[in-house]
């Protein structure tokens, strides 16, 4: 299948804007659960307008696949709260390279599921991506009782992370884009809003600066970001999308410098020629795996 250009610009898109969130985190006052439940209840009502018609495809499903739908919502969820609660609790460099093992967990997920090649250089490509992000966050990471919660946490957000990807690759076969995301997105937030109840969280209880976190969220990796690689399942193998996800932390790092004058150390320029090298081998994986599935 030949993949539409607008899919790797949006994709490039995406990955910036998801790399922002450990960033818009952070201006927040709020627990993991209820920073999740609004990002996405706002990300999927936003949505509605765009989905319009589409969303009576859902008419259509078989019960196999609402219980798909309902299993990846879930587990969406389940990976925010972790993800949040990880950025919370350690270091973003620490949650960062826990989080980084994603691509190894979902390129293995999509042999053993949908046949995917291993090739050589995906592999390559995911090396030099996880290199690049240890050596960036060489300075950064740091290992103390504290933040071993923090650290568990990411680690446990990257392989809820391969189940969500692997069940929404599954289901974007038979689901548009927009119906998908906007129905995963709220049965998502509903998981997260029941989620609130037992633990007590205050509902609409909190200050301005939250709620911008709130909308950021929803807006900058939600409806881009988580977007974008929704809408590049139906293309490219999940493995490869998850690889490219390791350029994230160049990715924040460049838009730090350029918009807030953030300085950019030596290590974390090795870091970054790295995960360019990781970004170009895996294009050129892309590439020759399209003139193999054409020819």
């Known amino acids: 299948m030949k993949v539409p250009r607008k899919v790797y610009i949006f994709l490039v898109i995406g990955l910036i804007a998801a790399s922002q969130s450990g960033n818009i985190i952070r201006l927040g006052q709020a627990h993991p659960v209820a920073i999740a439940a609004w990002r996405l209840l706002l990300a999927s009502v936003l949505l509605i307008p765009f989905a319009g018609r589409q969303l009576s ?11 798909l739908l309902i299993l990846a919502g879930g587990a969406l969820a389940a990976h925010f709260f972790a993800w949040i609660g990880a950025v919370q609790k350690t270091t973003v460099a620490n949650a960062a390279m826990f989080f980084a093992v994603n691509p190894i967990l979902t390129s293995t997920g999509d042999y053993f599921v949908f046949k995917e090649r291993f090739t050589k250089k995906l592999s390559i490509s995911i090396a030099l991506g996880l290199a690049g992000v240890i050596v960036i966050g060489g300075s950064d990471i740091h290992f103390s009782r504290e933040q071993v919660p923090g650290d568990i946490l990411a680690l446990i957000c990257s392989f809820i992370f391969t189940i969500y990807f692997l069940l929404g690759k599954k289901l974007r076969r038979r689901i548009p884009t927009r119906t998908y995301v906007t129905s995963v997105y709220g049965i998502a937030a509903v998981f997260s809003f029941l989620a609130m109840l ?12 939250t709620w911008l976190c709130f909308g950021l969220m929803a807006i900058i990796p939600t409806m881009i970001g988580h977007t974008s690689f929704n809408n590049a399942l139906q293309y490219i193998s999940a493995g490869r999308i998850s690889a490219a996800t390791l350029s994230e932390p160049l990715l924040a790092g460049l838009v730090a410098y350029f918009a807030w004058g953030e300085s950019i150390s030596a290590g974390a320029v090795a870091g970054y020629i790295l995960i360019c090298g990781s970004v170009l081998v895996l294009v050129l994986d892309a590439q020759k795996s399209a003139l193999r599935f054409k020819g």
């Open 198 to 209: 037992p633990l007590g969280l205050p509902m609409v209880s909190y200050n301005r600066q």
């Open 57 to 67: 495809t859902l008419k259509k499903l078989k019960a196999n696949d609402w219980i």
